[in-house]
């Protein structure tokens, strides 16, 4: 089972997350406890090698004092670069071939991205601490709520608790939270979004699903350290206005009736539709009905218990939770598919379902 967050990952968080792994800081993360963990490599690029096909043909050669069939095989085009025929060769040495580099960790030397071109730009996840260093310093941000690497360092991100949390008398605390993150598998480009974390259900999603579908925004990948710390600055102000938009977009999903019946009727919305009930469908039909029984387990559920479950807020936290801390993807476990998702991409279930409530 692949867990996303593996042993040579870097896991800082400030607070224990609901899957449980990683160093835990305790309190919200300062700038020297930030510094103390630092990214555990940097990327570098190498070329890719390949077998050389001429190897296997010149050692039988050389062994059987075939001096002919050797010189040739070292005069042929794959081997006129070196001094001796090698058993592996640059994959550039191969005609009409033009992503012969990989990028690889410093560390341990884990491939990070394989064929890539040599002017690829190759930006380093130590860029972001100059940007935390900048918000910390400046009162921007309260402190560092993560930070860390996915899938052996295919992915970084750092998340910065923005301002106070949102506060919903009884109900919950809403933290806001600013996330960058970087990839060197081509996956993402370098890019920053706003993100909420809802603490009586451990519920973390994208701010965007609440309707602004421009509040992700990319940052143009550059060798330029000082490039790289004004367009994340700006777009750090870009979001602060944003912020604003999400307080009211909270209040008035809190503020709107959305009622059980409703949300049952959207579940079925969201799914596929149900199978008939025959001989040839029993798995699948099975399967219909545990997922939407784990979506109202979730939907009735002792954290949406009071005002709360009856809004349309209380609907998306229901759908949410499901897709964070229940559904599992193929191959992968619950909490390294939430962390991509959260940081890199979408959550595809939360996503519709914020589509359909926001036409109520």
């Known amino acids: 089972m692949s867990a996303d967050i593996y042993e040579d990952d870097l896991a800082l968080y400030a607070k224990t997350a609901w899957h449980n792994k990683g160093h835990v800081h305790g309190e919200l993360i300062d700038l020297d406890t930030y510094l103390d963990h630092p990214w555990p490599f940097v990327a570098e690029r190498e070329p890719l090698y390949v077998k050389n096909p001429t190897w296997a043909q010149w050692i039988a050669a050389k062994n059987s004092n075939d001096i002919d069939t050797q010189r040739a095989i070292e005069n042929h085009e794959l081997n006129l670069n070196s001094f001796e025929v090698q058993a592996f060769i640059p994959i550039e040495l191969f005609e009409g071939v033009k992503d012969h580099y990989m990028i690889r960790r410093s560390d341990n030397g884990y491939p990070l991205n394989i064929g890539v071109t040599e ?89 965007y699903v609440l309707g602004n579908q421009s509040a992700t925004w990319t940052i143009r990948h550059t060798r330029n350290a000082e490039e790289y710390l004004d367009a994340a600055i700006g777009i750090f102000y870009a979001n602060l206005e944003f912020q604003q938009e999400i307080n009211k977009e909270v209040e008035r999903w809190i503020d709107t009736s959305f009622t059980e019946g409703q949300f049952m009727d959207m579940t079925k919305d969201l799914l596929p539709p149900r199978p008939e009930d025959t001989e040839d469908t029993a798995k699948a039909l099975t399967q219909w009905d545990n997922k939407f029984e784990a979506i109202t387990a979730r939907y009735r559920g002792d954290d949406l218990d009071g005002f709360i479950r009856e809004t349309k807020w209380g609907a998306l936290m229901a759908i949410q939770g499901y897709e964070q801390h229940v559904q599992r993807g193929k191959g992968r476990s619950t909490q390294g598919k939430h962390v991509d998702q959260l940081v890199f991409g979408d959550m595809p279930l939360t996503k519709k379902a914020a589509q359909l409530l926001v036409q109520v």
């Not at 601490?129 to 860390?148: I, N, P």
């Not at 009884?170 to 993100?195: E, G, Q």
């Open 119 to 207: 002017q690829r730009t190759l930006t380093q996840y130590h860029m972001m601490d100059e940007v935390v260093e900048s918000l910390l310093d400046r009162g921007f941000a309260t402190g560092v709520e993560s930070k860390g690497t996915l899938q052996h360092g295919r992915k970084g991100y750092v998340t910065l608790q923005v301002g106070e949390p949102i506060d919903i008398e009884n109900y919950s605390k809403i933290n806001r939270y600013f996330t960058l993150a970087d990839a060197h598998d081509s996956s993402v480009s370098l890019s920053a979004r706003p993100t909420l974390g809802v603490v009586v259900c451990a519920n973390t999603f994208a701010a």
